[in-house]
């Protein structure tokens, strides 16, 4: 038996031998199939994009042995069956340039879908099959050559746009906050030489967003917010940042007999008098703010409305307490239609921003606070709206708060001694901090006194009280609120009034940084997120 194995196994060696002198002797016959001589092929999961506008960097880990790599692009689907080159592709790498990664690849249209494909390259070998990204595509960032907007390039009802000048564009889409196309403006050839162009039919006070297009890709993405627009008025002058805000103005334009004027501040520039300003009688004036960067600031004594006047209106303008402990501190006998703020920024006012005096009648039929932001006293001597002129002496008829934000009120919201009036409405505001120790939301000092028509609060979000002795209303008439919360940190521990929800949080919870004054939503469990409080903090 161990003779037999040991003739085989001498067989199987000799058989063997023979083999190996034959292939030693005669290579031809045992060539390697030149078509699997192939370089290995990049790792896929190594494969990544770092996409720019009209760049994208591509990287991988190298192959052992490959001395170029080519890389391959293309708005079309790209697999193995498809031949390299295609209509909508191109090819980086064909003349061996590709050496290391990463490489960036050129040329890109910007907002565009790419498919990706990438193989290795050895001398003396057939190239790698073609490595694909794990999703196929990479998707190149919108193009931003829109340049900045600048003071002067935003209007009431359009808007001057700047871009690169003799850029490859065709139109310009205007969209509102909806993303609804509100105009569709197709540029002119000098426009698109110029790189600039002027669109209009826009609505003051609403933001947009522009996009510049070529074809249906986007070389540009910019928002802005119009500005307010300029009232109609018998005059309007117009005060250069140099100028002086004084009683001169205004008396040298009552002598040229203008019963209403505009008084246009400019953008940025600072207005300050340490004297009292004189509104005169029988003229109704708006201090406007110019678009800009920045608003102008006020800063004066205070405003006296002694007299008759149909209105006296602040629009798009920043009221500081740097110079004066009131806006209106009005004691002498005046009757006034409407005093309104609009797009206002009011801040450090000592006292309070509007106060009607213990002395001769006085009256406004309506204060409106509208797109504001107002900073209260933290004091409670006076209220954010106060009448302590008593008995009828001095009245304001309609007080109005609307989609504005009001920070601290002093002694409460409004007060009004023993005085009726006509109503009370806020809304669409959002309130943190508000009411004195003991005090009221609203106080007419007694029942018997209040608003014919009632209080109204709708859309409105209280964050907070100042403390946990704050009180709801004092005052006659009826309370309807509507769609309107509390949250947790809202005390009222008397004059209670019905129909506020209760939010289960802070207003640390509901707000983004309440204590540095940003009130962005930031619950989106919050029902109220999109149409409850002052527009402004909606949540994106």
Not at 237 to 249: G, M
Not at 255 to 274: C, F, I, P, R, S
């Amino acid at each position: 038996m161990k003779n037999i194995k040991y003739i085989a196994g001498t067989g199987v060696l000799m058989l063997m031998s023979a083999f190996s002198f034959v292939s030693c002797t005669d290579g031809n016959d045992w060539d390697v199939d030149k078509s699997y001589d192939r370089v290995f092929s990049v790792q896929e999961d190594k494969i990544s994009v770092s996409e720019d506008a009209t760049t994208a960097e591509v990287s991988w880990t190298t192959v052992t042995g490959a001395t170029s790599y080519i890389i391959e692009i293309s708005t079309d689907s790209l697999y193995n069956d498809i031949e390299m080159g295609g209509s909508n592709a191109v090819v980086y790498g064909s003349d061996n340039s590709i050496v290391e990664s990463p490489y960036v690849i050129t040329g890109l249209k910007a907002d565009t879908k790419y498919f990706l494909r990438m193989k290795a390259v050895a001398d003396g070998k057939q190239d790698s099959r073609w490595s694909y990204l794990d999703d196929y595509s990479f998707t190149t960032k919108t193009e931003q050559i829109f340049e900045s907007l600048s003071g002067n390039d935003l209007k009431a009802e359009s808007v001057t746009l700047r871009w690169e000048a003799g850029a490859d564009v065709e139109r310009i889409d205007i969209t509102d906050a909806n993303g609804a196309v509100v105009v569709s403006y197709n540029l002119s050839a000098d426009e698109k030489t110029a790189g600039t162009a002027t669109i209009s039919g826009l609505t003051s006070l609403t933001s947009y967003t522009a996009t510049l297009y070529l074809g249906e890709t986007k070389r540009g993405v910019l928002e802005f917010t119009t500005t307010a627009q300029v009232p109609d008025a018998d005059f309007t002058y117009n005060l250069a940042a140099s100028d002086s805000l004084n009683n001169a103005v205004l008396e040298d334009l009552l002598a040229q007999g203008y019963q209403t004027v505009n008084v246009t501040l400019a953008a940025g520039a600072k207005y300050y008098n340490e004297e009292t300003l004189d509104i005169p009688d029988g003229m109704s004036v708006t201090f406007f703010g110019m678009p800009g960067d920045k608003q102008a600031v006020v800063g004066v004594k205070n405003f006296n409305l002694e007299g008759t006047h149909a209105f006296v209106n602040f629009e798009n303008v920043e009221l500081t307490g740097e110079y004066g402990e009131y806006i209106i501190n009005q004691d002498v006998e005046a009757t006034v239609g409407t005093v309104k703020f609009s797009n206002c920024f009011i801040h450090d006012f000592k006292q309070c921003p509007v106060r009607m005096k213990e002395s001769d009648a006085k009256m406004i039929n309506e204060l409106i606070f509208e797109k504001c932001t107002v900073y209260g006293s933290t004091s409670r001597t006076y209220s954010l709206v106060h009448v302590d002129a008593g008995s009828g002496k001095g009245t304001i008829q309609n007080v109005r708060f609307t989609q504005s934000t009001i920070v601290y009120t002093g002694k409460s919201l409004v007060y009004s001694k023993n005085t009726n009036f006509t109503s009370l409405v806020i809304e669409d505001c959002t309130l943190s901090k508000v009411i004195g120790s003991g005090d009221y939301l609203l106080d007419c000092n007694s029942d018997s006194y209040g608003p014919s028509e009632g209080v109204t609060i709708k859309n409105t979000i209280l964050g907070s009280t100042s403390t946990e002795k704050a009180k709801g209303i004092r005052a006659s008439g009826n309370v309807t609120v509507d769609n309107s919360y509390q949250t947790s940190d809202v005390y009222f521990t008397g004059n209670k009034f019905s129909g506020l929800t209760d939010y289960e949080g802070t207003e640390a919870q509901l707000f983004q940084d309440p204590a540095n004054f940003d009130f962005t939503i930031i619950d989106n469990s919050f029902a109220g997120k999109d149409n409850c409080g002052d527009p402004r903090w909606y949540k994106k």
